[in-house]
């Protein structure tokens, strides 16, 4: 559990907040959070559809704001909270932003930046993974079942 008054799963509810706008919206059903000292410093979900870009992942969204928060490229005193495992793109935007530690709900079987590479995150990254993995997989099979009807 992270240090601090509120715990991990209140902020991966956060991040579940993010991935129901982005069903909302039709988007691949992924949110983040980024918290630096008990605060939402960031928050985003997918927008690929939306902005047409193929990089407007939750994680790049959330990492750029954040980034802009701080005044900072880089982000060890943050933890980001994400609801699927990253791609080895958000993996390695990560650790170019050497973020303090990740959390996430659900490994991601077919795209996760574990199948390719597990030494994606920066060395010095804490990793903490399956809060919430029941409803970030849950959610995604839905918005998946509703794209096969």
Known sequence: MQEGILSDTYFMKEAMKEAQK??????????????????????????????????AHAEILAYTA????????????????VTLEPCPMC?????????????????????GYSIFNNKLLHASTKLSTGFLKDE??????????????
Request: glycine share 6%; net charge neutral; charged share 25%.
């Open 66 to 81: 954040a980034a802009e928060y701080l005044g900072n490229k880089l982000l060890p005193q943050c933890t980001m909270y």
């Open 136 to 149: 970030s997989i849950n959610i995604l099979q839905k918005f998946f079942n509703s794209k096969r009807e």
């Open 22 to 55: 982005a069903f909302e919206k039709d988007e691949v059903p992924i949110g983040a959070v980024i918290v630096c000292n008990d605060v939402i410093i960031a928050r985003a979900h997918n927008l690929v559809e939306a902005l047409q870009d193929v990089t």
């Open 91 to 111: 993996a390695g935007a990560l650790s170019a932003a050497r973020i303090g530690r990740l959390v996430f709900g659900a490994h991601d079987e077919k795209r």
